[in-house]
């Protein structure tokens, strides 16, 4: 989660420098800021790539595993960890084709890279077709191979469909106006998630003290929560690259109109979802647990979801 949130520093900042240069109509400049942001992202991506497969053991360590655990999880943070540089060129190839409105786009990708990893997982764990008994590596083969298929197709879209002309001696041609307007608008925005992902681990590490059956209740909460997430995250996203797009342009009396109008719009859509969520508590912790202290207790988080979700639009929007 850490490494997705800092390759986001990348992603995040050349997304919304595009959207403002595509609303300034300097198409021009796309093509050598793109190329630099991909290359970026790459070298830091193979910069943690390399940590993660010199330093496992270390990083391991930490998490107090049990031996026979720990060789599995060696395996496969070398495997999937190794490849990570792949992850931080998808992320910023998505948020670039998502920052010229293709966003339908990276959602069939993404839902085609999810039935690859799961076809992949089923392959490897159970052995099918003639395929070896893999188990965990088998699943860390198939995450890297799902996340390259991604990575190529999501390349093609990039120049055939966004029409986004590389120059690949740009990648090692960096304009030093480009890194830091982009390093000057990503790393404040990802700041905050970075700081958000610190704070839940903290408060995990505390649920875990009050033991297991805790530790799972909040598990399923956030797992039926995340659903409330994503329309906010959405909405987000997609106000992101218009407001970008007005500010390029100059238009700053509408981006303003715009934010606001769309936080309307993304309150409503939240709360409406919570109350959803809230009606159907019991039987939504019904799917995870048929155990009566943590569908209480569950169901009594949900309903302070009334409280913080709604508020979360805020800060996303």
């Given at each position: 989660m850490f490494a997705f949130l800092l390759f986001n520093f990348v992603a995040v900042g050349s997304a919304v420098v595009i959207t403002q240069y595509l609303g300034a109509q300097l198409r021009n400049e796309i093509g050598k800021l793109v190329a630099t942001s991909l290359s970026m992202n790459l070298l830091f991506g193979l910069m943690i790539s390399m940590n993660m497969i010199f330093f496992s053991n270390q990083i391991l360590q930490m998490f107090d595993l049990d031996p026979s655990l720990f060789s599995l999880a060696k395996s496969y943070l070398i495997i999937a960890g190794g490849s990570l540089f792949n992850q931080a060129v998808m992320i910023t190839v998505t948020a670039i084709i998502q920052s010229h409105g293709f966003t339908k786009y990276t959602m069939f990708v993404a839902i085609g890279i999810n039935i690859i990893h799961i076809v992949g997982n089923y392959l490897f764990i159970y052995g099918a077709l003639g395929v070896p008994k893999l188990g965990v590596v088998g699943v860390a083969i198939s995450t890297v191979i799902s996340i390259?298929?991604?990575?190529?197709?999501?390349?093609?879209?990039?120049?055939?469909?966004?029409?986004?002309?590389?120059?690949?001696?740009?990648?090692?041609?960096?304009?030093?106006d480009h890194v830091k307007k982009i390093l000057k608008i990503g790393m404040p925005a990802s700041a905050s998630n970075l700081s958000y992902s610190a704070n839940q681990i903290v408060t995990t590490a505390f649920i875990v003290s009050l033991g297991a059956e805790m530790l799972s209740t909040r598990i399923y909460t956030q797992n039926i929560m995340f659903f409330i997430m994503v329309l906010a995250i959405s909405m987000g996203r997609g106000v992101q690259i218009i407001v970008g797009h007005l500010v390029g342009a100059g238009e700053k009396e509408?981006?303003?109109?715009?934010?606001?109008?769309?936080?309307?719009?993304?309150?409503?859509?939240?709360?409406?979802?919570?109350f959803i969520i809230c009606l159907f508590r019991k039987q939504l912790f019904g799917l995870f647990t048929n155990d009566d202290d943590n569908i209480a207790i569950g169901s009594l988080l949900l309903l302070m979801g009334f409280l913080l979700e709604p508020e979360r639009n805020f800060n996303i929007l």
């Amino acid at each position: 989660m850490f490494a997705f949130l800092l390759f986001n520093f990348v992603a995040v900042g050349s997304a919304v420098v595009i959207t403002q240069y595509l609303g300034a109509q300097l198409r021009n400049e796309i093509g050598k800021l793109v190329a630099t942001s991909l290359s970026m992202n790459l070298l830091f991506g193979l910069m943690i790539s390399m940590n993660m497969i010199f330093f496992s053991n270390q990083i391991l360590q930490m998490f107090d595993l049990d031996p026979s655990l720990f060789s599995l999880a060696k395996s496969y943070l070398i495997i999937a960890g190794g490849s990570l540089f792949n992850q931080a060129v998808m992320i910023t190839v998505t948020a670039i084709i998502q920052s010229h409105g293709f966003t339908k786009y990276t959602m069939f990708v993404a839902i085609g890279i999810n039935i690859i990893h799961i076809v992949g997982n089923y392959l490897f764990i159970y052995g099918a077709l003639g395929v070896p008994k893999l188990g965990v590596v088998g699943v860390a083969i198939s995450t890297v191979i799902s996340i390259c298929i991604g990575l190529f197709i999501n390349l093609h879209v990039l120049t055939r469909k966004v029409r986004v002309s590389l120059n690949w001696k740009n990648l090692f041609r960096w304009k030093q106006d480009h890194v830091k307007k982009i390093l000057k608008i990503g790393m404040p925005a990802s700041a905050s998630n970075l700081s958000y992902s610190a704070n839940q681990i903290v408060t995990t590490a505390f649920i875990v003290s009050l033991g297991a059956e805790m530790l799972s209740t909040r598990i399923y909460t956030q797992n039926i929560m995340f659903f409330i997430m994503v329309l906010a995250i959405s909405m987000g996203r997609g106000v992101q690259i218009i407001v970008g797009h007005l500010v390029g342009a100059g238009e700053k009396e509408e981006a303003y109109k715009q934010t606001f109008l769309n936080l309307r719009r993304s309150l409503l859509i939240t709360i409406s979802a919570v109350f959803i969520i809230c009606l159907f508590r019991k039987q939504l912790f019904g799917l995870f647990t048929n155990d009566d202290d943590n569908i209480a207790i569950g169901s009594l988080l949900l309903l302070m979801g009334f409280l913080l979700e709604p508020e979360r639009n805020f800060n996303i929007l």
